[in-house]
């Protein structure tokens, strides 16, 4: 299984639920292991097959969560982040103490699995003569928090409250504006998911 890492800002929008968003991934640019990962790669993937497990460190004996919900937003120029709703199974004590170290920003990068054939990597010579490795479609296996990660720039989008995300600014003044409506229409998607997983399951009626 492949790995792919990133320090993600990450949001907490129910302590009860264990509800929490995070940018687990960043697709468009090159990465600390000279990968480019398409922004559709993941799309079939996440289609197929949610819900996934949330880990601890690709440790397949340490689930703590699922993900529950992930798309692609669009931020500066060609890069684009994996924007993840993930609900931390509070009934498990290892859910608990993950969920309070991701909440007091003990843990803050995070980390896809996933799974990658040939025939979806592609060769590619930079303007600059480094060759890098295009990634077109995986197959998005689980996400993990971990210690330090190889994707640039995915931090915890925020954490105990629901305040606006202060964006990190990295590039010149004539670069490409973050997309603020795509950043918008992912936070209205987590409380929709917010106030789904709230609502009363309907009782199936007795024939």
Partial sequence: MNHKESITDIK????????????????????????????????????NNLPLPVLQGHDQSKVIGKVIDAKPV????????LHATMQINM?????????????????????VGFNLTPDNVE??????GDTIRR??????????????????????????????????ETA?????PVF???LARAQLSLTE????LKMPKRKKPKY
Avoid: H
């Avoid at 968003?21 to 079939?44: K, L, Q, W």
């Avoid at 060769?123 to 600059?128: A, D, L």
């Avoid at 689980?142 to 990190?168: C, F, H, M, N, Y």
């Fill in 74 to 81: 669009r931020m500066l120029g060609d890069e684009y982040k």
């Fill in 135 to 168: 990634i077109k479609e995986l197959d998005l296996v689980e996400v993990s928090t971990v210690i330090r990660g190889a994707s640039p720039d995915t931090l915890t989008i925020a954490a105990k409250s629901i305040e606006p995300v202060e964006q990190e």
């Fill in 91 to 111: 009934e498990k004590e290892i859910g608990r103490d993950a969920f309070s170290d991701i909440q007091g920003e003990y843990v803050q990068r995070w980390s």
């Fill in 12 to 47: 907490v929008l129910d302590a009860t639920e264990g509800i929490v968003e995070a940018f687990v991934n960043t697709m468009g640019v090159i990465d600390a292991d000279g990968d480019v990962i398409d922004p559709s790669a993941f799309d079939n993937s996440i289609e």
């Fill in 193 to 196: 998911t917010r106030l789904r």
């Fill in 180 to 182: 603020d409506t795509e």
């Fill in 172 to 176: 010149s003044d004539t670069e490409e």
């Fill in 123 to 128: 060769m590619e010579r930079t303007v600059e």
